[in-house]
């Protein structure tokens, strides 16, 4: 569901100075982010959520647009006051969730998290917010009614949810009942999403969308943190924008959406009974990215590769302790054979799935298919 259709688009007044309160985003006749909080009709705490927002920028020096901003919700948590803002920042095509805290008059963001997809915040239903005493969720005004990862309801005051419970390192899902509308003319019994735990760092969306419920499955027993680090599925390809590396924004890996989990074959190590190897696909705003997930038989921490683009050969290191492995799978072609380097022993060899000591140096494989043969370097520095 996207803002360019007739039933839901965004009004923008191009000559604005200060910050909208709420957001002009309609569907049908109903706002889907109305100004709320006890402070959205506070005009000083416009002014000063408004400065603030006007003097930052994002990690690559990007300000934000703020006609096709606005403040989403404005009020006191906890006798501290708090702003978040849904931040159009052009220069990279971005949305950002800017949250902010009041001290004598004056704001400070103090959470910016990053979303590639530059109208997200705006058509988005649920959006986290974290504080001090643990995460809590703001719903737009097309929520029903808004589960959280024990399943139960959670309480809404105009629209943001009570504390809620969520780990630090795991995957738990949220889900949103979504209102009759002219877009849905029927709701939405279930709208999925999955909060990859509160350990999640800026400028990283903590926020999954998982519409068939695959994502909750396949990170199941999955340390987030461990996905998230720089050698991690989520976060080892960097992002570059334009023709500049950016290091401090999201990584390019950062998951939107479809996460999901199919078996590819079973693994033995040391004499050990087999483990069960799988592959991890994901859907990015660079496209799809896929890793490779062991999880040991005698229920040890599972091991994870590094991501790597969707490609005919698929090659993955494998970080074992003490046995660095590569896993290199295929899919579509049964006639396809796989080439490795003279010598090298297959430690796994089936159709679509083999296993070999990570080499020391740089080595070749190949696969070859069809009219086209692919290769893929791996080893070395």
């Known amino acids: 569901m996207v803002l360019a259709v007739t039933a839901c688009g965004p009004v923008v007044d191009r000559s604005a100075r200060e910050l909208r309160v709420g957001y002009d985003s309609l569907d049908g006749t109903l706002p889907v982010w109305p100004p709320r909080g006890p402070l959205a009709g506070d005009a000083t705490a416009t ?33 501290a006051p708090l702003a978040l803002v849904a931040a159009d920042v052009p220069g990279e095509g971005a949305s950002w969730l800017l949250q902010l805290t009041g001290d004598g008059g004056r704001y400070a963001i103090t959470r910016a998290s990053e979303y590639p997809d530059p109208g997200y915040l705006a058509y988005a239903d649920v959006l986290p917010v974290q504080l001090a005493d643990g995460r809590r969720y703001l719903a737009s005004g097309r929520v029903e009614r808004l589960l959280g990862p024990d399943g139960r309801a959670l309480v809404l005051a105009d629209g943001l949810s009570r504390r809620v419970t969520v780990p630090a390192c795991a995957a738990v899902p949220v889900t949103a009942t979504l209102r009759a509308t002219e877009s849905l003319p029927r709701g939405r019994a279930a709208e999925r999403l999955l909060d990859l735990g509160t350990a999640t760092a800026d400028p990283r969306y903590p926020l999954v969308r998982d519409e068939t ?5 396949a990170l199941a027993g999955l340390d987030t943190c461990v996905l998230a680090d720089e050698r991690g599925p989520f976060g080892s390809v960097p992002r570059r924008i334009g023709d500049r590396d950016a ?8 998951p939107m959406e479809k996460v999901a989990v199919r078996a590819i074959g079973e693994m033995a190590l040391g004499g050990g009974d087999p483990g ?3 592959q991890l696909t994901w859907e990015t705003d660079a496209g799809t990215m896929t ?26 290191v494998l970080p074992v302790p003490g046995q660095p492995l590569v896993v290199l799978t295929w899919r579509g072609n049964r006639d396809a054979s796989l080439s490795v380097p003279p010598g090298t022993p297959r430690l796994v060899d089936r159709p679509g799935l083999a296993v070999v000591p990570m080499p020391s140096a740089k080595q070749t494989f190949s696969l070859a298919g069809g009219e086209k043969t692919h290769y893929r370097s791996v080893g070395g520095r």
């Open 247 to 254: 290091p401090r924004s999201a990584p390019e890996s950062w």
């Open 213 to 217: 419920g695959s994502g909750r499955r």
């Open 47 to 79: 002014r000063a959520v408004t400065e603030a927002v006007r003097a930052w920028r994002s990690p690559i020096d990007d300000r934000v647009h703020l006609p096709s901003s606005g403040i989403l919700w404005s009020g006191e948590v906890d006798g």
């Open 276 to 278: 069960d190897l799988e």
């Open 291 to 316: 890793a490779v997930v062991y999880r040991p038989a005698d229920g040890g921490a599972p091991v994870v590769s590094p991501a790597d683009r969707s490609d005919p050969l698929q090659t993955y």
